[in-house]
């Protein structure tokens, strides 16, 4: 299967997240009293192998970039643990980490922010932006500094001669790969990605998923790619897992994901795509009501009020997430039971070969026109 | 610039195909916005029809355009339109208009623009008024273009609320924007723009702020809505899947230009221009290919201020033909064998 379709990959586990929550308060009144708490992540598992790209996809408010930062330390967890197995100091738990011991382990684990437009200080240089990892982590200073930048811009397709100049004067595209030669300056381990394409057009998203995938061939990166687009995780991830509020519902390869899920709520989200066949129109299946909000969620499992398949247990007990056999994660009751739809294969519709480049006309041709 | 020029001729051309059916058609529109930084042509000469009840969905990069016509059509657009036609023909009746030769504050254009004409825009979140309940900003454009009788309106309000799908359309009538969910808004936009069964909806990126399931539930809406009303749908989206589920025709735009035209069928299984193509070949596919290199266009839209000679597409054009590419710029012409399928493309000549 093309699980294993990047060389390089091992058995060995780079990341593992145990039990991680992270709930905000909710304040209200004069003395901003907590009186209740948004549980953006509530307890979740999941683990990351070298070199591997994990899908991280759910409806917007489920979790998904709170999941991400939580991992980096950018925001402190409430609770779990968060275990990196960081090639110098062997493993951690991130999750315990003082700001001195964090920053020996930072170099290893970066992040690529989804907007290009507010993830580059519009204050320095595409140079300085680039570099400030290399300086603050005291790796290089001067003209080797300066080699440095100019090779990572060179390693995302920026002409080393723009360092220079200010993130205004680049496009969308090209600030996300200023963005991701900030990620790659001290050689990290693990880049989370929180939606890095999801602010550009079709043809520069196109561009800069193959930068990443190249990029994680060269230097042996382990992606957590947070999107929210599901053909676009399809197509970058070896494994996948779905959140729905703070939970993860469903994790499994990506095959076995989209082809044959075990989870109704991942059932209606692949049937929500909607697919660029317009010989294939699809009714999506009806999911009654909203998403529910992580500070007062539904009793049992979170989503049997819109669920099709729900029963009494449901409402009642919550399912856990466990193994069904070949790394597949369901949290549902009835996941050896149900029989859910997968995604169709867009085979069908061909992929028209690009006209090749003509000789040039002679000058007379033109002429007429 | 010989821009003017070849416009002309594909104005001609365009306008074949139009049929008596249509309810807009659009001849070689140009607009321009004049910024300290320079001109920016924004529309250089975009010609096409919507046909009664159906939908045109009109594809293209950011920048190419495609809002912009959409703003044209209603007279919101911040910019100038320097030439063309918008002739638009509102139901049951044979009197044709021209948009651009109306006062853009004017009573004709306000008596058609939120009642023969309505507008769903892409953020739900800031094109609906935060000071009022959603029921009062539904009410406020019945009152205006149907009826005098505020509980009439109250009760049509309420009515459109419930037929756009939503659990208890009283109480909603009486929320404020904020107390909705995104996909609550988008319904509200869209219940608001139908207020007044609209002969054209121009639907500017409606699901592109959404999650997926509920695109979904939106794009199914407005698909049933179409049928029972007969509104005919201009459907402004980047999004190729949503294209395929969505329209019945589809115009291609690249930089102000519409670069093909043609059934969704044929451009999805017979594209002939090479942009249409290299769009289609970029979209990862399910269960295609996976693991393996997406194609990309080489390059980036040039920049607005700059004009770019011949075709406009020809820098990032794989199969530009060197000397006539980048010297004239193709005209709009039919596909061999075809009366619908338009391409500008010198491949094709």
Same mark, same amino acid.
């Given at each position: 299967?093309?699980?294993?379709?990047?060389?390089?990959?091992?058995?060995?586990?780079?990341?593992?997240?145990?039990?991680?929550?992270?709930?905000?308060?909710?304040?209200?009144?004069?003395?901003?009293?907590?009186?209740?708490?948004?549980?953006?992540?509530?307890?979740?598992?999941?683990?990351?192998?070298?070199?591997?790209?994990?899908?991280?996809?759910?409806?917007?408010?489920?979790?998904?970039?709170?999941?991400?930062?939580?991992?980096?330390?950018?925001?402190?967890?409430?609770?779990?643990?968060?275990?990196?197995?960081?090639?110098?100091?062997?493993? @951690?738990?991130?999750?315990?980490?003082?700001?001195?011991?964090?920053?020996?382990?930072?170099?290893?684990?970066?992040?690529?922010?989804?907007?290009?437009?507010?993830?580059?200080?519009?204050?320095?240089?595409?140079?300085?932006?680039?570099?400030?990892?290399?300086?603050?982590?005291?790796?290089?200073?001067?003209?080797?500094?300066?080699?440095?930048?100019?090779?990572?811009?060179?390693?995302?397709?920026?002409?080393?001669?723009?360092?220079?100049?200010?993130?205004?004067?680049?496009?969308?595209?090209?600030?996300?790969?200023?963005?991701?030669?900030?990620?790659?300056?001290?050689?990290?381990?693990?880049?989370?990605?929180?939606?890095?394409?999801?602010?550009?057009? @079709?043809?520069?998203?196109?561009? @800069?998923?193959?930068?990443?995938?190249?990029?994680?061939?060269?230097?042996?990166?382990?992606?957590?790619?947070?999107?929210?687009?599901?053909?676009?995780?399809?197509?970058?991830?070896?494994?996948?897992?779905?959140?729905?509020?703070?939970?993860?519902?469903?994790?499994?390869?990506?095959?076995?994901?989209?082809?044959?899920?075990?989870?109704?709520?991942?059932?209606?989200?692949?049937?929500?795509?909607?697919?660029?066949?317009?010989? =294939?129109?699809?009714?999506?299946?009806?999911?009654?009501?909203?998403?529910?909000?992580?500070?007062?969620?539904?009793?049992?499992?979170?989503?049997?009020?819109?669920?099709?398949?729900?029963?009494?247990?449901?409402?009642?007990?919550?399912?856990?997430?466990?193994?069904?056999?070949?790394?597949?994660?369901?949290?549902?009751?009835?996941?050896? =039971?149900?029989?859910?739809?997968?995604?169709?294969?867009?085979?069908?519709?061909?992929?028209?070969?690009?006209?090749?480049?003509?000789?040039?006309?002679?000058?007379?041709?033109?002429?007429?026109? | 610039?010989?821009n003017v020029?070849?416009g002309t001729? *594909?104005a +001609?051309?365009?306008?074949?195909?139009?049929?008596?059916?249509?309810?807009?058609?659009?001849e070689d529109l140009r607009l321009s916005?004049?910024?300290?930084?320079?001109?920016?042509?924004?529309l250089n000469g975009?010609?096409?029809?919507?046909?009664?009840?159906?939908?045109?969905?009109?594809?293209?990069?950011?920048?190419?355009?495609?809002?912009?016509?959409?703003?044209?059509?209603?007279?919101? *657009?911040?910019?100038r339109i320097e030439g063309g036609r918008?002739?638009?023909?509102?139901?049951?009746?044979?009197?044709?208009?021209? !948009?651009t030769?109306?006062?853009?504050?004017?009573?004709?254009?306000?008596?058609?623009?939120?009642?023969?004409?309505?507008?769903?825009?892409?953020?739900?979140?800031?094109?609906?008024?935060?000071?009022?309940?959603?029921?009062?900003?539904?009410?406020?454009?019945?009152?205006?273009?149907?009826?005098?009788?505020?509980?009439? +309106?109250?009760?049509?309000?309420?009515?459109?609320?419930?037929?756009?799908?939503?659990?208890?359309?009283?109480?909603?009538?009486?929320?404020?924007?904020?107390?909705?969910?995104?996909?609550?808004?988008?319904?509200?936009?869209?219940?608001?723009?139908?207020?007044?069964?609209?002969?054209?909806?121009?639907?500017?990126?409606?699901?592109?702020?959404?999650?997926?399931?509920?695109?979904?539930?939106?794009?199914?809406?407005?698909?049933?809505?179409?049928?029972?009303?007969?509104?005919?749908?201009?459907?402004?989206?980047?999004?190729?899947?949503?294209?395929?589920?969505?329209?019945?025709?589809?115009?291609?735009?690249?930089?102000?230009?519409?670069?093909?035209?043609? +059934?969704?069928?044929?451009?999805?299984?017979?594209?002939?221009?090479?942009?249409?193509?290299?769009?289609?070949?970029? !979209?990862?596919?399910?269960?295609?290919?996976?693991?393996?290199?997406?194609?990309?266009?080489?390059?980036?839209?040039?920049?607005?201020?700059? *004009?770019?000679?011949?075709?406009?597409?020809?820098?990032?054009?794989?199969?530009?033909?060197?000397?006539?590419?980048?010297?004239?710029?193709?005209?709009?012409?039919?596909?061999?064998?075809?009366?619908?399928?338009?391409?500008?493309?010198?491949?094709?000549?």
């Amino acid at each position: 299967m093309d699980t294993a379709k990047k060389n390089g990959k091992s058995d060995e586990i780079l990341l593992e997240v145990r039990g991680l929550k992270k709930h905000f308060p909710i304040q209200s009144g004069f003395l901003r009293r907590v009186t209740g708490y948004v549980k953006a992540v509530d307890g979740i598992d999941f683990y990351i192998k070298k070199g591997e790209t994990l899908g991280l996809v759910g409806e917007s408010g489920c979790g998904k970039s709170t999941t991400g930062r939580t991992i980096l330390r950018l925001l402190d967890p409430t609770a779990g643990e968060v275990i990196f197995d960081d090639p110098n100091i062997g493993k @951690v738990d991130l999750a315990k980490l003082n700001r001195s011991q964090l920053k020996r382990v930072r170099p290893n684990m970066q992040i690529i922010f989804q907007d290009p437009f507010s993830s580059l200080n519009p204050r320095l240089t595409v140079g300085q932006i680039v570099g400030e990892p290399l300086e603050i982590q005291k790796v290089a200073s001067g003209q080797a500094l300066r080699d440095r930048v100019a090779e990572l811009l060179q390693e995302v397709g920026i002409r080393p001669e723009n360092m220079t100049r200010y993130p205004h004067a680049f496009s969308g595209g090209q600030r996300q790969r200023i963005g991701i030669a900030r990620a790659l300056a001290l050689n990290p381990k693990l880049i989370v990605c929180d939606e890095p394409v999801s602010a550009l057009d @079709v043809s520069i998203q196109a561009q @800069v998923l193959n930068l990443l995938e190249d990029l994680q061939e060269k230097y042996d990166l382990t992606y957590l790619f947070v999107a929210h687009d599901l053909s676009v995780v399809e197509h970058i991830s070896d494994r996948v897992a779905v959140m729905y509020v703070g939970y993860i519902v469903e994790m499994a390869s990506t095959e076995d994901l989209y082809y044959h899920p075990k989870h109704p709520y991942t059932e209606a989200l692949l049937a929500a795509i909607p697919k660029p066949d317009p010989r =294939k129109r699809t009714r999506p299946i009806k999911l009654p009501g909203d998403v529910p909000s992580p500070a007062n969620p539904p009793s049992g499992c979170y989503f049997h009020p819109r669920c099709r398949y729900a029963e009494d247990i449901c409402k009642v007990e919550r399912p856990p997430l466990r193994d069904i056999g070949g790394e597949h994660w369901v949290a549902c009751h009835f996941a050896e =039971k149900l029989q859910l739809q997968g995604v169709s294969r867009l085979n069908e519709i061909p992929l028209i070969e690009l006209p090749k480049r003509q000789a040039p006309v002679p000058a007379t041709t033109t002429a007429t026109t | 610039m010989t821009n003017v020029a070849t416009g002309t001729g *594909t104005a +001609a051309t365009g306008t074949q195909i139009v049929s008596e059916d249509d309810v807009v058609r659009v001849e070689d529109l140009r607009l321009s916005f004049y910024t300290t930084l320079g001109v920016v042509r924004a529309l250089n000469g975009v010609s096409f029809n919507i046909p009664r009840g159906k939908v045109l969905g009109v594809v293209g990069e950011s920048g190419c355009g495609k809002s912009q016509t959409g703003l044209s059509i209603m007279q919101l *657009t911040p910019g100038r339109i320097e030439g063309g036609r918008i002739l638009f023909r509102e139901f049951n009746t044979s009197e044709v208009v021209d !948009i651009t030769k109306l006062e853009k504050n004017g009573p004709e254009m306000r008596k058609i623009r939120g009642n023969h004409i309505s507008m769903i825009f892409q953020e739900p979140m800031t094109s609906l008024n935060p000071c009022y309940t959603v029921g009062y900003q539904i009410e406020e454009a019945i009152l205006l273009h149907q009826t005098q009788d505020k509980a009439e +309106a109250r009760r049509r309000a309420v009515d459109i609320l419930r037929k756009v799908g939503m659990p208890n359309p009283e109480r909603i009538a009486d929320s404020y924007p904020h107390q909705l969910s995104g996909g609550m808004r988008q319904r509200a936009m869209i219940a608001m723009a139908l207020s007044c069964t609209p002969t054209l909806l121009i639907a500017d990126e409606p699901t592109t702020a959404l999650d997926v399931t509920t695109e979904a539930q939106i794009l199914d809406l407005m698909r049933d809505l179409q049928n029972e009303i007969g509104t005919s749908i201009m459907f402004i989206t980047h999004n190729m899947g949503v294209v395929a589920q969505m329209c019945d025709e589809v115009a291609v735009m690249y930089l102000g230009r519409i670069i093909e035209r043609a +059934a969704v069928d044929d451009i999805f299984y017979d594209p002939k221009h090479p942009y249409t193509i290299s769009l289609l070949r970029s !979209i990862p596919r399910l269960g295609v290919a996976r693991g393996q290199k997406l194609e990309s266009i080489k390059g980036t839209v040039p920049d607005p201020y700059s *004009t770019v000679p011949g075709c406009p597409f020809h820098p990032r054009c794989p199969a530009a033909i060197p000397g006539l590419c980048d010297a004239v710029m193709p005209d709009e012409t039919f596909v061999a064998g075809s009366r619908t399928h338009t391409v500008r493309c010198h491949l094709y000549t």
